[in-house]
């Protein structure tokens, strides 16, 4: 199953065009089997996400990238999030306390906006985000080696906040995913592998292999 965990809606993330009418539209021309909205700092698309679902058929789950002191966070299965900027390991903490998934987004892109360094002495993080369609291959490249070196889950998402952006990057399920429970159970076991889109197709991207290839199985 394929999933683009990391996308922005435009009603509560300002600096996205995207309505969700059209990202759902796009992710299913992509290939993509379901899709994550992840505003900035907001979960505010919950209900009409929810709605949208029922009308469609094509699951929606919505999550927070949230802007804590060290970076920015991505967090599935929660009701609240802090009203203000707390320390990466306070929001790790209160995202674990109600059952929840953290995964550290574009963890070196070169706006600071990443985890980076931090990853080493956090504690509780559950993935990483190898894949980012917004992120340059020397970050990848970082991302790949402290997933190596401290076996965190992998996984991939567009950060889209534009139509062309769109599914770029995704993560694959080994099973299918229904409800936001499994989707958090899945990354926390380690059933989830970063993918990209290429030639109108989805390759799995083996984090073995430090540069970009096509080699790989095909999705």
Known sequence: MLIDLHIHEKQFSKDSFLALEEIVKIAKEKGL?????????????????????????FPIFVGIE????????????IDSYPDKRVSAQEFIDYVHAQGGV??????????????????????????????NGSTMPDATMMAVQYAKKYGFATTGGSDCHYPH?????????????????????????????PVFHQDFSYFLWDINKLQWTVEDMQI
């Open 33 to 57: 089997d379901a899709i994550c909205i992840t505003d900035h700092d907001s979960m505010g698309l919950r209900e009409y996400a929810a709605e949208y679902t029922k009308k469609t058929g």
């Open 66 to 77: 949230f802007y804590s002191l060290q970076g920015d966070i991505l967090a599935f299965g």
């Open 102 to 131: 953290v995964i550290a987004a574009h963890p070196f892109r070169h706006n600071r906006r990443g985890l980076e360094d931090n990853l080493a002495t956090l504690k509780g993080v559950d993935a990483i985000e190898i894949l």
């Open 165 to 193: 952006k769109v599914g770029t990057c995704a993560t694959y399920f080994e099973e299918p995913i229904h409800t936001m429970d499994e989707l958090v159970a899945a990354i926390k076991n380690h059933k989830c592998k």
